[in-house]
């Protein structure tokens, strides 16, 4: 499966911003999908994730209550809708997904599949 994330952009704190992932290749609707986000100079991490189904959730705790993961697997498409922006989520973006148990869905290492990134700007 190829994705390609876009909607990244400049934006300042305290805004809101939606990042779309749209999947081709093959359907999405049997992978898990996750966001992860890497800063200058940091490793990438997790951001936030969703099962197959789109019935279970997960975010890190930095996001949890600002960020909502979504998906529309008809549309073979993920969403993340970033609200109350600071600073500090200033990163590359990166969509990505995978087979594997919903139990790793916070593991980078467990997405054999990624998006090539969009950069998101918060700035003070």
């Known amino acids: 499966v190829q994705l390609q994330a876009s909607g990244g952009g400049l934006v300042q704190a305290g805004d809101s911003l939606g990042l779309s992932c749209e999947a081709s290749?093959?359907?999405?609707?049997?992978?898990?999908m996750g966001w992860f986000r890497q800063a200058p100079g940091k490793e990438r991490e997790f951001v936030a994730a969703?099962?197959?189904?789109?019935?279970?959730?997960n975010y890190d705790s930095s996001v949890n209550g600002r960020f909502t993961i979504s998906r529309d697997n008809s549309k073979n498409m993920v969403y993340l809708q970033m609200n109350r922006l600071k600073p500090e989520d200033t990163a590359i973006y990166y969509c990505?997904?995978?087979?594997?148990?919903?139990?790793?869905?916070?593991?980078?290492?467990?997405?054999?599949?990624w998006g090539q990134g969009t950069q998101v700007t918060v700035s003070s």
């Open positions: 990505a997904a995978t087979f594997d148990l919903w139990s790793k869905a916070t593991m980078l290492r467990a997405y054999p599949y």
């Open positions: 290749g093959q359907t999405i609707r049997n992978y898990n």
């Open positions: 969703i099962r197959s189904s789109g019935d279970d959730t």
